[in-house]
Every structure is written in C-alpha cells, then in structure tokens.
C-alpha cells in the first residue's frame, strides 16, 4: 500500500517507519502524502490505541527532502499547485497531531528539520542517548514552518523556541530533555524498545478516558496555532525563491559533496586519515 513507509499493527499498538534508507528518510512529497493518509486510516481504527512512529536505518529523519524536484523546481507549476505541494509539511504534522491515538517517536540517529517538525507535533518523543535534533531551516534561507512555532513554544516556551528555530543549533538528547523538547532518553538502539514499554502504560488505562485528555489538551495548547501558522506554506514559497535562500541550498548541497568525496590525502594515507564525525 505504500512505498515510503512501513506499517505494522499488533496489540494495538501501531508502528509506523518512514522507509527511505537510502535517503536518510528524507522527506519528499510522496512520503508526505503517504504520512498523511497513513494518518487518516490509523485514526478510523478502534483497535489501535497507540501509534509509535521511527525511522529505518541509523536515523529517525534528514528533514525535507532538498533532491526532490517536485517540491523545489516548481515554478514552472500552476500557482495553486504549488501551494499544493508547499503545504505538504504543514497538512503531515497537523494530520499526525490530531489524530485520536497516544504517538511515540522513537529517535535515534537524528531527526532533522522537517523530521523534528514531524515529531513536535506527536505526543512524546523518546531519543536515544547519542542521538540528537536540530533546525536548520534559517541556515538554508527558508523559515521554519509546518505549524511548528507554536509547537516548539508550547514545548520549550518562546526564548527557546527562538534559540532552536534561528540558531540552527544542534542539541544533543540530554539537553534535549532537559528544555522539554525531549521526554524520554533511552539507551542507544533502545528508543523502539522504550516507546514499546511506554505504550503498554497507556494501554493498561482506561480508553477513553486517555483520548478525551489528549483532545482536551491539544484544544488548549494550540489556541492560536492556527492563526501563527496558515500562511506559512506562503512564507516558504516566497523564501525560497530568493536568491539568497538558492545560494543557500547551493551552498548546503556544496558542503555535503565535498564531505563525501575521499581526500587525496586520506587516500594515500588511510592510516593517519581523521576519523569521521557524525553529521
């Protein structure tokens, strides 16, 4: 049923991996699509109480995909379908954010722009200890959207919502925890297991009770949500067609190209060659 994720359901419990490997599950507007129908279809499901969303691979998610041609080199595309695809993000994470269920990220790896925006919208987040989340939006010459401000403030509160939106830091599970924007920090390769011991508490509590609290505070966090955030896909279209978000992304996709290809150095002399970091 689909090609970008994979689905499992078992005592009522849900998994859900975004199934790009190959691309660090990247998001595109295919896997975007898919996440949003998964959404709708897990949400109609009365035998499913909770959803636990990961990543395949060594990774939660890389954020938007910036290889995707059918959301970057759309000028040529007919305006409303380019407002179409620009809103992509912001219908995933709103879809995911009200459906019925209790959802669970599990993070380990990283979980990248679009991949934390995703997961600000979820109910928890569980990181293992070595991975980490950043938003490197601003750095690309686009704003943060998605509906994700109000999110990370509710979250963080406003001073550290500014910090992690502007700065594009990179904030490891700890500190991640420690502001709130984190729940849990599970040991390395343990995030899936710990999301699975945490599903099971709320499954031992009353249904109904469990999803009339999570409608009650979802209605009061994100009084106003709304109002900061639907124009957003707008801001992006005009951002990113600048010509300072272009040198941006050319400068970005620069960088990465450069970091992968074997230095002359490294190749004649693999012994004394830098160990690579983690990106």
């Known amino acids: 049923m689909y090609r970008t994720l994979k689905l499992e359901i078992k005592n009522a419990i849900a998994t859900v991996e975004l199934h790009r490997p190959e691309a660090r ?74 459906i019925p269920q209790i959802t669970i990220a599990a993070i380990e790896g990283y979980a990248i722009g679009g991949g934390l925006a995703l997961v600000a919208a979820l ?76 599903a099971k508490q709320v499954l031992a509590l009353p249904r109904s009770s469990v999803r009339m609290t999570k409608e009650s505070i979802n209605a009061y966090a994100s009084i106003g949500a709304h109002a900061a955030s639907h124009m957003a896909h707008d801001q992006v279209q005009l951002a990113s067609a600048s010509l300072e978000a272009k040198a941006a992304r050319e400068a970005f996709a620069a960088r990465r190209t450069k970091a992968r290809a074997p230095s002359t150095a490294s190749a004649a002399s693999p012994a004394r060659a830098p160990a690579r970091g983690r990106r």
Do not use: H
């Open 25 to 98: 599950n990247a998001m595109s507007a295919q896997l975007m699509r898919e996440m949003i129908a998964c959404a709708s279809r897990l949400s109609a499901m009365r035998g499913v109480d909770v959803v636990i969303m990961r990543g395949s691979g060594k990774c939660f998610s890389a954020g938007a995909d910036l290889k995707d041609a059918s959301r970057w080199g759309k000028g040529e595309r007919p305006f409303d379908e380019q407002r179409d695809i620009a809103a992509l993000g912001y219908r995933m994470a709103r879809a995911w954010e009200e």
């Open 123 to 198: 109910d928890w987040r569980i990181l293992a200890q070595d991975a980490f989340v950043s938003l490197p939006e601003i750095a690309l010459g686009i704003p943060l959207t998605w509906g994700t401000l109000p999110r990370l403030v509710n979250l963080v509160g406003p001073a550290r919502a500014k910090r992690l939106s502007i700065l594009c830091e990179r904030i490891p599970a700890a500190e991640a925890l420690a502001m709130g924007l984190a729940d849990y920090v599970a040991a390395p390769g343990k995030a899936l297991s710990a999301a699975r011991a945490l």
